[in-house]
């Protein structure tokens, strides 16, 4: 959505060099929101329009920013304007900003960055992607247990421009390690007794993460205590880092984009769509499509081994999608059940005996359902079947056997690859649906050279 | 996962009654943890334990209880004792509890609950399922602009134990009307000049929703500014609570949840899966099959029509569920990347061109992969193919066409549900391949019809 409300204004103001009126624009609304009224400016104007304001202000607004505008702002811009932004901006996202632009264009800013803030990037950077430490940030409230409630306000107001966050005040020894929390709110309730010591207000008990977690977990606990933030430390809990829920929100969506797009057999985009060159998404889709084609070879196999069961009942062809369709839908709504309550701990490994009995009562009552329909379409006249009774209960009694037998695949198959230590996650749908697939063509064909069979001892 | 580690402990404790442990393991973790420990307990042992504690403390813990816990806890202990915890619980949180609860045990319970907690459960129940007002907290830092940085202060020491965040202050005029403002950072930076008015330092341009909108509008709000909290007003401006940043984290992951079951044809589950009956849990998923079932009907219609190609060419049978597999797989990928993208505002319906041009090369690119692959498909000893070469063409471009015919369905379906105003997440993966499978029927034997003229042509 693009809000093209202002954009007629700014580009006059632009072409007209209203350094005032563009200045005025940029501090008129919450950064956020601003960001929202440039998009469809080009990198270049945007970047003019943010040299007009403030340093902290233009910070604020670029952060707000679409990431392909930011990259190309760093990338095509003055590199000492550039390397000033950086050193404003916050230190988990100046990272993620500089791990998306051109290497030969980091290379050049980065030494023009000041020294604090460019070993800062790279202690960050060295971390790999997926981890806490790829997302903490390094600007933490961070005091000494020996201070007084006065003193800590103090600190605090001179330091509270540059922190992200200044709810969770985090208490360490002179060593860095990391001893405790005080809550801003504590502090406020203390106001009354100034001279109160953080070390008889810090709560010891704390959860934190290592900096070599991974994220997904991170987001995990502090989504679960109710976090605004976590500390994060390394294997000397030495306090390196603090994880806030803007960062966990980014890494829920995250998780949830990456699991759709498992889900359908697409290996997860690094950009957004358009972003992503039509060579790379034919890629990620081809590869999967490659291997769920080799795997439904399976099917024409099977199918071809029965070749005179087609030729005495012709017929049955004509059921072949609906069968599959049923059976493979069946077990995708099975596996996605499943996956679910895995991820969200309804369920686990010791539940398997109480989720297979579940999954069978509900695979008889709708394959029961579906084998009711199935017989009735027999006899659909456009169909123009005619054929024998026992040749007529084949579709229905597949049809039974097949949403169990689905039913049993997705269910079976997300617990199986947990019990085997593989992220169940990463099971597609269609990798489901072609197992149930191969599986449904057997049983197709076994019912219906049995009930054959039984037709010939009748005649017989 | 189940903390078995105390469980004999706390047994133990309970079945000597050392109150006095059981107070010192409540109070001695932080509350979200001690509730992990207390996991394997019954409803009836969890609650002992709580009684044990302070007030606050047990309240605190009772949030961090799984749902049917809290649930049973209400209905089976005593009524008094549960109004005075509700009384104590978080405005939005406990009355997402009470709709949990046996509406017989909410009328005995609710007129023991204290009479202005009791109005504002009426108050927020009232507002539909799934809206900012039933999401939103009624515990709102919230002050007169008239007042001093001091005054303020003083204000939120005596307020900040029954709030649930202090972190945004709010300044409104006398008739509740919102105002402006003032973050906890700026009091703090403020301490030196205590006399500064809230007035002066308040932020006027402020994010609002409103109690009616959808709570995904006003989770992503919330998410795309990095916002703490925001505020929720009614249709004249009046603040009447916020939305914090938990419980837009519950927002999104209860929003992925509902995606994940709706694109695997399943109606999203109110409780988790073993919680959900097995009726239920049939019903959900069978309305879906049934429907899908009908529509799966029309591939057996359509091959019906074309018996006597199937007769000339009788293994072209084989490959039908492969085919089928192919177009769904192709469309699937599609269906989610346009669903994402869109859902992302990484496209929108101004892209149509865009999107269809880059999916018409994407299936092009993987169908003719396929086809040559099903081209060298049909060499396969096992599959034992004796055909002319004409025939042998009608796979490999089956294929072509599927693939690209699969990838624009997947595509199209997404953004023509956008056009015409119906969610698109509602459009299920399977609603996609079924359509496909009808289609890919058509495509494949109106393909074999004109190979298989072809080839007359030439003999003739």
Request: include cysteine; glycine fraction near 6%.
């Amino acid at each position: 959505m693009i809000n093209t409300l202002y954009l007629p204004e700014l580009r006059e103001m632009l072409a007209a060099e209203d350094t005032s009126g563009l200045q005025e624009f940029c501090t008129a609304l919450h950064p956020g929101r601003t960001a929202e009224f440039m998009e469809g400016l080009t990198a270049e104007e945007a970047w003019k329009v943010l040299l007009t304001t403030d340093s902290g202000t233009r910070t604020e607004i670029f952060g707000f920013l679409p990431e392909e505008i930011q990259t190309e702002i760093v990338e095509n811009s003055d590199p000492q304007q550039v390397s000033e932004l950086i050193a404003e901006m916050p230190p988990d996202d100046r990272v993620d900003l500089l791990n998306q632009v051109d290497p030969a264009v980091v290379e050049v800013t980065l030494p023009l960055v000041p020294t604090e803030e460019r070993r800062d990037i790279l202690r960050l950077r060295a971390y790999p992607e997926g981890t806490a430490g790829a997302v903490m940030t390094t600007e933490v409230a961070k005091l000494s247990e020996t201070m007084s409630v006065r003193e800590a306000l103090e600190e605090l107001g001179r330091q509270a421009e540059d922190l992200e966050t200044i709810y969770y005040i985090y208490i360490v020894d002179d060593e860095d390690h990391l001893r405790g929390v005080v809550g801003a709110r504590q502090l406020v309730q203390h106001l009354g007794k100034p001279q109160t010591k953080l070390s008889d207000l810090m709560e010891h008990s704390l959860v934190t993460v290592e900096a070599t977690d991974d994220q997904e977990l991170v987001a995990e606990k502090v989504a679960d205590f109710d976090f605004l933030a976590i500390p994060v430390v390394d294997d000397q809990n030495h306090l390196v880092g603090i994880i806030t829920h803007d960062d966990v929100m980014d890494v829920f969506r995250e998780e949830a984009e990456e699991d759709a797009y498992r889900a359908a057999a697409v290996e997860p985009l690094e950009d957004s769509y358009l972003q992503t060159s039509i060579l790379e998404l034919a890629w990620k889709r081809g590869v999967w499509l490659v291997i769920l084609f080799a795997a439904a070879l399976l099917t024409a196999v099977a199918l071809s081994e029965y070749e005179d069961v087609i030729d005495r009942v012709p017929w049955l062809v004509f059921f072949i999608p609906l069968i599959m369709s049923s059976g493979g839908n069946s077990g995708g709504q099975s596996a996605t059940l499943i996956i679910r309550a895995l991820s969200n701990k309804d369920v686990t490994l010791a539940d398997t005996t109480t989720i297979f009995k579940r999954e069978l009562i509900t695979g008889l009552l709708l394959g029961s359902g579906l084998a009711i329909l199935g017989y009735a379409t027999s006899f659909l006249p456009i169909l123009d079947i005619t054929s024998t009774p026992y040749e007529l209960l084949v579709v229905p009694i597949t049809l039974l056997v097949i949403v169990v037998f689905g039913t049993f695949c997705g269910a079976g198959l997300p617990l199986l690859f947990r019990r085997i230590g593989v992220d169940e996650a990463l099971m597609s749908t269609p990798f489901v649906t072609v197992l149930i697939d191969i599986g449904g063509v057997i049983i197709y064909m076994t019912v219906a050279v049995w009930m054959i069979a039984e037709l010939q001892k009748v005649v017989g």
